[in-house]
């Protein structure tokens, strides 16, 4: 089987930049938030900002990591696309095409991380239908191997040699039957990812949790530096605490969300009901801290 390589020089230098830049950027946000004395919205404004930045670079690490180590792998029987922990497996005798991308008139819509020399996601066209690509160009300057169901992006250094060489094993024909597969990392085959009403409940308490940290955060500068943080059964504050405990109430939101997230994620594969009412109790407990919060502001 002939290797087929990538030329990963613009798009890893581009996406390693990107990470340093957002690097610096958490520094910057790291050091405004420590250099506030006061709890305001817009500490919060910077907290979130610097969560969101986190979870960019985790995925462009993924995605560089997977640049790295890219390939494509060529014969008689078979295609097979490596990107990082992704292979996909496509068979001669399923290619019905070997396009280059310039030969494509219509629209190709583009989902995925695109950045100069990174083109890898999923997309569609109205010629080709579903498409999926692993590629360092754009579509248009792609070779787009066209099966039955699906069409694959793919852009070898050696662009014309790669195209005359797959051609050339289209036309000798497979001596062997391969079956179509496609390998992914574990974590993306979770149930989960498919369970809209999991994904809706699991992340509704998570934008309750962030929308009561900004409410506490918008009040905090007025209160008063000791406020009532429960009551009795008469209505009565019983326990009185600095108002930075004021937070502890949607701390407890947070580990009710994240505990019985966890623990509805491994009920899913088994009781898609019983996830259902791990993450909806979640949910009823992010009502009830909200319900708690409210009452001592309303007193303050």
């Known amino acids: 089987m002939d290797e087929w390589r990538v030329d990963i020089r613009r798009g890893l230098g581009f996406g390693i930049a990107l990470m340093v830049f957002i690097f610096f950027v958490d520094v910057g946000l790291i050091w405004l938030v420590a250099d506030r004395r006061l709890v305001s919205l817009g500490t919060f404004v910077a907290g979130l900002a610097l969560l969101v930045s986190l979870v960019a670079l985790g995925l462009l690490g993924y995605w560089c ?4 180590d890219s390939g494509y792998f060529l014969d008689r029987n078979m295609l097979v696309i490596r990107w990082g922990a992704l292979e996909q497996t496509i068979p001669m005798g399923q290619i019905e095409q070997a396009l280059d991308g310039a030969e494509v008139t219509g629209q190709v819509r583009f989902s995925g991380g695109a950045w100069p020399g990174h083109y890898v996601g999923y997309g569609e066209s109205s010629e080709l239908g579903q498409m999926l690509f692993y590629s360092t160009a754009p579509p248009r300057r792609q070779i787009l191997v066209v099966t039955p169901g699906l069409t694959y992006g793919i852009s070898p250094a050696d662009h014309g040699e790669f195209l005359k060489a797959l051609r050339r094993r289209m036309e000798m024909g497979p001596t062997q039957i391969v079956e179509q597969s496609s390998k992914r990392p574990r974590f993306l085959s979770w149930g989960i990812w498919q369970d809209r009403v ?27 530096r000791m406020i009532p943080l429960h009551f009795s059964s008469a209505g009565a504050p019983d326990r009185i605490g600095v108002r930075g405990n004021i937070f502890i109430i949607p701390l407890i939101g947070l580990l009710a969300a994240v505990a019985n997230g966890v623990l509805g994620w491994w009920a899913n594969r088994r009781d898609r009901v019983a996830s259902y009412l791990l993450w909806g109790g979640a949910l009823l407990v992010q009502v009830l801290v909200w319900g708690a919060a409210v009452g001592i502001l309303a007193q303050t």
């Open 65 to 68: 990591a997977g640049l790295a």
């Open 198 to 224: 999991g994904l809706a409940l699991v992340g509704s308490s998570l934008v309750a949790v962030l929308a009561l940290v900004a409410l506490l955060a918008f009040r905090f500068p007025s209160l008063p």
